[in-house]
Structures are given as structure tokens and as C-alpha cells.
């Protein structure tokens, strides 16, 4: 564990939210994700603490396509900041991307003397909705196959654990299917990609890599590049991308699904039948 990781630990040790890291379970690009024993206030659970890469060793992939749309009611000043990629504009970027609370926040020292705190805060206010923790907090709420999330600072979020004692969840390209447990899992998931876009949430990079499955259920993850359908110039194009990285993992699986026409019934609004747009290898299946 590097310094970064251990200050973004410690924080939430400090604020009682968790009493020891145990391991890492997912290194990626963008962040590490580390099991932790929750405190008492978490009944001591199993938890999940995700934990994002400092800006210079994290890439986000496409950062100008999943950025649109997110800081229209930003100055113009802030704007030519994140375009130029100067430092105050690398700062708007990774406030946006990874916190929804202005009490997260932890300007430092120099940030405040030039009063960049006071526009970080404004950064909040326009583009907190966008930042995972929120979507995982509104996608919760909704009733949809996400981890509930429980806390959040300016690196790192803490959220349920979902897995138990002895096995954690698999990824879903790793996972064992029937053929009954794989058109249930390809329906949900297409039902969970129709919600989330009802809530004006687009995924941005779905695939099997970012869906676990944990008691015959699919839990979707990572959503830090999550765009507006409604002010987006290329929305369809993410959706129907997520949605055919979708059909092309279960097609592997014996699963014919037409990806142009389910994207175009989540885009229109109009109910998927399943009976119409998929079939399996050994018949359609109702």
C-alpha cells in the first residue's frame, strides 16, 4: 500500500467508519479496491473501499467524451482550465470525477490561501451529480443491482462488501452459467441498463468485466464515466456500446440479441420483449 492509499485509509479509520484494511482484491487503472473490516457502527462488517489513483498515476479512459455535458454552467475561466489541463483544472476534474460532498473535500494548504477552495466548492454544487458516489447513491435508492454505498472522501469511496467470509463475488466473464442462469442474468442486466438510462444515467464503459454476480444475481459496478443521456452529443452511441459489449459477452454464451434494437427500445422508452429480441441456442426463450 502506497502513501496515498494509506492517507485515504486512515481517514476513514479516523471517522469510524472502518477499524483495519485486510487485502487488496481489484488493482486497476483508475483505482484499488481493498477489502476492510467495518466498525461497530457497521456491525463490524465485511466492507468494500475503493480507493482512486492520484491524478498523476490514474488515467480515465476518453476523459473529453465522458466529460461533456458536465461543466456547462461552469465560468469560462474554469472551463479553459479543464481544456488547457493547467493544474487548477486537473483539481476541477478530479473533484468532479470522485466526490459529491463539500465536507469531503480537503483543499490544500496553498489551494486555500489562493482561494481556490471557494471555486472548488462552486465545481461541487455543478457537477456533483455526476460523480460515482452519487450515481451509486441514486442507482441504491432506485432500487437497482449496484453495492450500497455508505461513505465517501475526496479519493476514495466506502461501500458494501459483496461477497462473504470465504468467496468474494465473481467478475462475470468469470462466472458459471447454465443456460437458465444465463438468459436471467442477460435480462437483468439489459433491465438495469433500461432503469439507470430512466434516471438519466448511461453507464459509459459497461461490460463483464464491471458486473459481478453474487447469489444469482448481477451487481453493476464502477461507474466513475457515467454520462447525461439528455446532454450528450454522442449519448446513443455510449448506450448502444454498453449494450452490445453486453450482447457480445452472451452471444459467447449461446444468447442471440439484436443490440441495435434493444438500444433503440431503451432509447425510445418502449418495454423490451425478450421473446421478440433474444434467443438461445436451443430455442427462444419467453
Known sequence: MNTHEEQACNYFIRNNQITEVLQAIKPGKEATVFICRGSEAHQNKLLCLKIYKDA??????????????RFDSLSRREKLAIKKKSKFGKEIMESAWLSTSLDTYEPKEDAIRSNKALKMQDVFKTSSKFSEIDVLTRLHQAGLNVPRPISSSNTAILMEYIGD??????QLKDEELNEQ???????KIINNIQQMFNLNIVHGDLSA??????????VIIDFPQTINPDNHSKAFDILYRDVDNIC?????????????????NIWQNEKIYFGNNLKSAHGEIQ
Not at 459477452?249 to 434493444?262: H, L, N, P, T, V
Request: hydrophobic share 35%; aromatic share 16%; net charge positive.
Open 165 to 170: 467470509q470465504d468467496q468474494i463475488a465473481n
Open 56 to 69: 498523476v498515476s490514474r488515467s480515465f479512459k476518453n476523459n473529453d467524451v465522458y466529460s461533456e455535458g
Open 181 to 187: 442462469k444465463t438468459s436471467y442474468l442477460f435480462q
Open 209 to 218: 468485466y464491471n458486473i459481478l454476480v453474487w447469489k444469482n444475481q448481477p
Open 248 to 264: 457480445n459477452f452472451f452471444a459467447k454464451k449461446g444468447i442471440e440479441a439484436d443490440s441495435w434494437r434493444i438500444t433503440n
